[in-house]
């Protein structure tokens, strides 16, 4: 856990880039620092491990007060990673990960060893251990950034922009492996951006800072897109919140409604649409009414799936919207079909999930 308590930082130029700033990120979350260019965001991070010291305030890392610690055995428990991922050039991608734990003791085979483990972690190829940073594309890099931040197993993990560097695909793959990466780590993370919907999709909390250094609102993210506190982080949030909030809504009382299902060799149906199954009883794609039998190139590609129990509103309403017969294909845990959910349905169970998630 780490704790701010009226926490300033007052550079010698006057500039006030963090002021008053009182936030808990909590044990084993995501706690994303987000708002526009200089709002401080950067500031607060570097004050975690020490980089910045704060001019007036409490910090406490796991208990430890921050300003009291040795700023070296303060790191020793504090990954950091860092835009463009900040490796050596001159070593190769194992020797990059292989540092911290050969310069607290660990001998260089072993070390070397763990940095093999953890290149597969972070799903690098292992055959690109000898490598030079030079060599390796953006997202590569990022990812032994991750790997050698993750080195000496540290509780706490800061990540300032890790992913800003990187197109937008091979962004959003680092930010499914990062939140993979998390649910078996279960590190203290606090990841600063300036991309909202990065600080919504891996944010467990989200703490949104206005320029001059002050926390507008710190909540979770289906929070801050149903509930921002003023205009600043409404316009912040950005369009299309209210859909987007939907993501944060579960429900397990959207009535699912029978759906007719085909296989391959069955004659197509009479009338609308049908699902065609595979053997197993997942959905293959939608075939629609007409004379003869299904076959494999006349089946139309299905829309996104509904997983019932562990899917979102906007997964159900995405699944109604994007299939061809504006029924949205149902699927349990194992993907077979068990049912179909139509835009109506998932807008009936709305209140009844607001009310939920309120709770
Ligand atoms: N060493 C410094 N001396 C004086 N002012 C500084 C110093 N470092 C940062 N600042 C100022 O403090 C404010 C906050 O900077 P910070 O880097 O924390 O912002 P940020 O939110 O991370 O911005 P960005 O998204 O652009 O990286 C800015 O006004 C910045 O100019």
Redesign the pocket.
Known sequence: MIEFRGVT?R???G?V??DELDLVAEQGRITVFV???????????RMINRM?EPTSGELRVDGQDVLAADPAELRRGIGYVIQQAGLFPHRTVVDNIATVPMLLGTGRRAARDLAMELMETVGLDTAMASRYPSQLSGGQQQRVGVARALAADPPVLLMD?PFSAVDPVVRESLQEELLRLQSELGKTIVF?T?DIDEAIKLGDRVAV?R?G?KLAQYDEPGVLLSRPVDDFVDSFVGRDRGYRGLGFLTSATIPLGSLETLSVGDRRPDSGWAVVLDDTGRPLGWVEAGDGVVTEDGIVPGGSLYAVGSGSLRGALDAALSSPSGQGVAVDADGRVAGSVTADAVLAALPAARDDSAA
């Open positions: 930082k550079f010698p130029d500039t880039a963090v708002g526009p260019s200089g709002c401080g965001k950067t500031t607060s991070l910045v922009e600063v300036h800072f320029v250094g």
